[in-house]
T-cell receptor, first 120, second 112 residues
Framework: DTGVSQNPRHKITKRGQNVTFRCDPISEHNRLYWYRQTLGQGPEFLTYFQNEAQLEKSRLLSDRFSAERPKGSFSTLEIQRTEQGDSAMYLC??????????????????FGPGTRLTVL | QKEVEQDPGPLSVPEGAIVSLNCTYSNSAFQYFMWYRQYSRKGPELLMYTYSSGNKEDGRFTAQVDKSSKYISLFIRDSQPSDSATYLCASSGNTGGFKTIFGAGTRLFVKA
């Protein structure tokens, strides 16, 4: 399978514990995005990388959240001192930037299956 | 106010019906308007997108964008039970890495 992969698929943790998720993008995709999705809501943007550079962070990404993408390949999202409000699906997506072509061309983001986090 | 507003439904229709899904958005800088489909326990997958105003058709699916009223629509003709899913409208500009803003999603049930 050459799609976006995420691990683990499910994580149950106790409040106050740290958790780390991993995302492996489609190879050759140099943009990588993290989103959070709660029940009954659409995905909310958290942050994105172009290669190894983290170019934008949402205000949703509190100090307890940190994302890295060493070497511009896989990415990790760490949540420290988890809270019950962190329970959600964490989605990763990747895209390949448009090089040339019309401005009407959209860079499709390909999503992984997500990591479902439950904080007890 | 959310940047992309979408009625979460649920919407239940009989097989073969025409389905109309709608969203509104508030950010005039948005230029790309997407519809994603999400099945239970899966990540969203892009169904189709429209650049600026206009219509786009792909098989049984038609997307419409009216930038003057900031209105986004998706029509599904001859709906099938396999169309049962959550449909997410989304928008982005052409800067910031195409950061995408999603609506809440509309849950669609197509009954055989």
């Amino acid at each position: 399978d050459t799609g976006v992969s995420q691990n683990p698929r499910h994580k149950i943790t106790k409040r106050g514990q740290n958790v780390t998720f991993r995302c492996d993008p489609i190879s050759e995709h140099n943009r990588l995005y993290w989103y959070r999705q709660t029940l009954g809501q659409g995905p909310e943007f958290l942050t994105y990388f172009q290669n190894e550079a983290q170019l934008e962070k949402s205000r949703l990404l509190s100090d307890r959240f940190s994302a890295e993408r060493p070497k511009g390949s896989f990415s990790t999202l760490e949540i420290q001192r988890t809270e019950q409000g962190d329970s959600a699906m964490y989605l990763c997506a990747s895209s390949h930037p448009r090089t040339g072509g019309p401005s009407s061309s959209y860079n499709e983001q390909f999503f992984g299956p997500g990591t479902r986090l439950t904080v007890l | 106010q959310k940047e992309v507003e979408q009625d979460p439904g649920p919407l239940s229709v009989p097989e073969g019906a025409i389905v109309s899904l709608n969203c509104t958005y508030s950010n005039s800088a948005f230029q790309y308007f997407m519809w994603y489909r999400q099945y239970s326990r899966k990540g969203p997958e892009l169904l189709m997108y429209t650049y600026s105003s206009g219509n786009k058709e792909d098989g049984r699916f038609t997307a419409q964008v009216d930038k003057s009223s900031k209105y986004i629509s998706l029509f599904i003709r001859d709906s099938q039970p396999s169309d049962s899913a959550t449909y997410l409208c989304a928008s982005s500009g052409n800067t910031g890495g195409f950061k995408t803003i999603f609506g809440a999603g509309t849950r669609l049930f197509v009954k055989a």
